[in-house]
Structures are given as structure tokens and as C-alpha cells.
T-cell receptor, first 115, second 115 residues
Framework: NAGVMQNPRHLVRRRGQEARLRCSPMKGHSHVYWYRQLPEEGLKFMVY????????ESGMPKERFSAEFPKEGPSILRIQQVVRGDSAAYFC?????????????FGQGTRLTVV | AQKITQTQPGMFVQEKEAVTLDCTYD???????LFWYKQPSSGEMIFLIY??????QNATEGRYSLNFQKARKSANLVISASQLGDSAMYFC????????????FGTGTSLTVIP
């Protein structure tokens, strides 16, 4: 049973380019969370999605960032016109269902570097 | 207000000794879960232990135990018999059932085990 798969593991983009980060949740998981981690900091919530629906995007910057979780295929976090401040580790987590006792399983993260 | 507070940016412990990592939380939701994750230098997030708000007993998982004091809103992680491989960042997290289901993370505690 494969865990949460994120790709690419490392991504380098020039300022102004687009970054696409992919997350395949664990088998049977329909809830996906995206987090951003700046160096030496904790995880900051970005967005929570269920299949085809955005449930909570309160942590997403209003511009340039978008996320989707289509019926088929991985969840995508898209960053348009990247800037140096977007450089961070982006983690995806998935869980099986809602509920206070449902832990989230994390992918290994995508480390985005904007040059 | 911060949902999760970890006041210890860095901790040191002698190998084979026990160590307590502090975590306090803030919520008005009567139904919530508390989680601890470990992030080694390789970057992945590893789930360690879970405590539910209605659980009467403290959670234990091998060398990990959670000292849950509901009235004080604290959920400290205790690691017994520390090993060199325990050196990592440790994050406390909370999930509220009735308000969005997202995970809130603290800023983390860096633990170093000294041989």
C-alpha cells in the first residue's frame, strides 16, 4: 500500500514561471491537505480538498495560487508567476475521512526553489 | 490567537534519558484530536501518536506517550529512553471536528539526543 506520493521532490523555477506540484493520496483517501513550510518554521495550512471540491482555502494566498483535486488523478497545487518568496517545502497530506481521530499521512514534500 | 503553541524551539537530552516536549492548544470545539509528528532531517513527516478529546486515558505508543491535561489544554509528548535516531523536529497538531477539519500545527521543537 503506497503512501502519499508527491512529485517532483525538488523543483527549480525561475521568477515568473509556473510551478505545478502533484500529490497522489493514499489509496482510499478522499481528503487532501496542502501545507507550506518555510525554512526553520512549522507547517502552515493552505487548502483542504475533497474529491472535486475545495472545502477550506483560508490559507491560500489570494493571487497566483490555486489547487484542485479532480475526480481522477492527483491533486495539483499550482503557483503562477512564482517569486522568490514562494521558495519553500510544500507538503501534501491525505486522510481517509473526517473526524477528530483520523490522522493525516504526509508525503515527502516538494521543495520548490525560485531562482 | 495561536491554535497550537510549542514554546521550546530546541531541546537537548542525554541518550537513554526521558524528555518532555511541551504543547498547549486553544479551541472552543468540544470535539478535537491532538497529534504529534516527527520530522527528521530527511524532511518527511512521520505520525507518532494521537489523543482524542474524549479519551480518558493518556495515549501511549511504544516509547512515546502523550501527557494529556484537558483542563490546562496541554498535550505534552514524552519520549522515554531517548535514542540517537530521535533527533528531529517534533510538531504538535490539532484537528477540530466542527470547524473545518483542517490540521493546525505548532512551530515545532528541535530535539537533539546527545550520546
Amino acid at each position: 500500500n503506497a503512501g502519499v506520493m508527491q512529485n517532483p521532490r525538488h523543483l527549480v523555477r525561475r521568477r515568473g514561471q509556473e510551478a505545478r506540484l502533484r500529490c497522489s493520496p493514499m489509496k482510499g483517501h478522499s481528503h487532501v491537505y496542502w501545507y507550506r513550510q518555510l525554512p526553520e518554521e512549522g507547517l502552515k495550512f493552505m487548502v483542504y480538498l475533497q474529491k472535486e471540491n475545495i472545502i477550506d482555502e483560508s490559507g491560500m494566498p489570494k493571487e497566483r495560487f490555486s489547487a484542485e483535486f479532480p475526480k481522477e488523478g492527483p491533486s495539483i497545487l499550482r503557483i503562477q508567476q512564482v517569486v522568490r518568496g514562494d521558495s519553500a517545502a510544500y507538503f501534501c497530506a491525505s486522510s481517509q475521512k473526517q473526524g477528530e481521530n483520523t490522522e493525516a499521512f504526509f508525503g515527502q514534500g516538494t521543495r520548490l526553489t525560485v531562482v | 490567537a495561536q491554535k497550537i503553541t510549542q514554546t521550546q524551539p530546541g531541546m537537548f537530552v542525554q541518550e537513554k534519558e526521558a524528555v518532555t516536549l511541551d504543547c498547549t492548544y486553544d479551541t472552543s470545539d468540544p470535539s478535537y484530536g491532538l497529534f504529534w509528528y516527527k520530522q527528521p532531517s530527511s524532511g518527511e513527516m512521520i505520525f507518532l501518536i494521537y489523543q482524542g478529546s474524549y479519551d480518558q486515558q493518556n495515549a501511549t505508543e511504544g516509547r512515546y506517550s502523550l501527557n494529556f491535561q484537558k483542563a490546562r489544554k496541554s498535550a505534552n509528548l514524552v519520549i522515554s529512553a531517548s535514542q540517537l535516531g530521535d533527533s528531529a523536529m517534533y510538531f504538535c497538531a490539532m484537528r477540530e471536528v466542527n470547524t473545518g477539519n483542517q490540521f493546525y500545527f505548532g512551530t515545532g521543537t528541535s530535539l537533539t539526543v546527545i550520546p
